[in-house]
T-cell receptor
Framework: RKEVEQDPGPFNVPEGATVAFNCTYSNSASQSFFWYRQDCRKEPKLLMS???SGNEDGRFTAQLNRASQYISLLIRDSKLSDSATYLC??????????????FGTGTQLKVEL | SAVISQKPSRDICQRGTSLTIQCQVD?????MFWYRQQPGQSLTLIATANQGSEATYESGFVIDKFPISRPNLTFSTLTVSNMSPEDSSIYLC??????????????????FGPGTRLTVL
């Protein structure tokens, strides 16, 4: 089983739609969680951290279910500019200190006119 | 967040040669990391670059193949040695920093350089 699993998509949605991505992780000791966005041929960029109580940033809502080891990202009112690959990322501690990020393979979103 | 640059942005190399990639940060950071992203894949951590000591490598990666330097708190290099076509990939450095997304909440996460796209013929 992969440490972080995501549906690769692609999700093709019309502009203005609401779309949800899901992610599961295998390590119950994971401490923090993130969604990153990666545009084609670009580096990943932090979209938002995911907090236990759930959190919202504009059109984006992230949820965490530790019992089910499940993370979600909801995008409302999709824009063309939301087209990208969304990476689910979980964080564990490195032996020598610092944090080890484990990345899912990403879910591709295409927003269409 | 820190501003990170990498050089070169891309290169095409011959089998058997080596390439050194540089990563420069605009502020002092404790933790720097090197990742690989192979075509169609997600990111895989190669190693943690430790200032003043040897890098810490992840399973499947060794110092002879991927020597790393970290001479100070703003700079690191990754060398891809004795390259083969299987080394064709994007190599990214990252630094650890705080995400202050929610008021009063701080989470350690990583920010990435723009990457180096390597093609080995």
């Amino acid at each position: 089983r992969k440490e972080v699993e995501q549906d690769p998509g692609p999700f093709n949605v019309p502009e203005g739609a609401t779309v949800a991505f899901n992610c599961t992780y295998s390590n119950s000791a994971s401490q923090s969680f993130f969604w990153y966005r990666q545009d084609c041929r670009k580096e990943p960029k932090l979209l938002m951290s995911v907090y236990s109580s759930g959190n919202e940033d504009g059109r984006f809502t992230a949820q965490l279910n530790r019992a089910s080891q499940y993370i979600s990202l909801l995008i409302r009112d999709s824009k063309l500019s939301d087209s990208a690959t969304y990476l689910c990322v979980v964080n564990g501690k490195l032996t020598g200190g610092g944090n080890k990020l484990t990345f899912g393979t990403g879910t591709q979103l295409k927003v269409e006119l | 967040s820190a501003v990170i640059s990498q050089k070169p942005s891309r290169d095409i190399c011959q089998r058997g040669t080596s390439l050194t990639i540089q990563c420069q940060v605009d502020s002092q950071v404790t933790m720097m990391f090197w990742y690989r992203q192979q075509p169609g894949q997600s990111l895989t951590l190669i190693a943690t670059a430790n200032q003043g000591s040897e890098a810490t490598y992840e399973s499947g990666f060794v110092i002879d193949k991927f020597p790393i330097s970290r001479p100070n708190l703003t700079f690191s290099t990754l060398t891809v040695s004795n390259m083969s076509p299987e080394d064709s990939s994007i190599y990214l450095c990252s630094v650890e920093d705080l995400d202050t997304g929610l008021a009063g909440s701080y989470t350690d996460t990583q920010y990435f350089g723009p990457g180096t796209r390597l093609t080995v013929l």
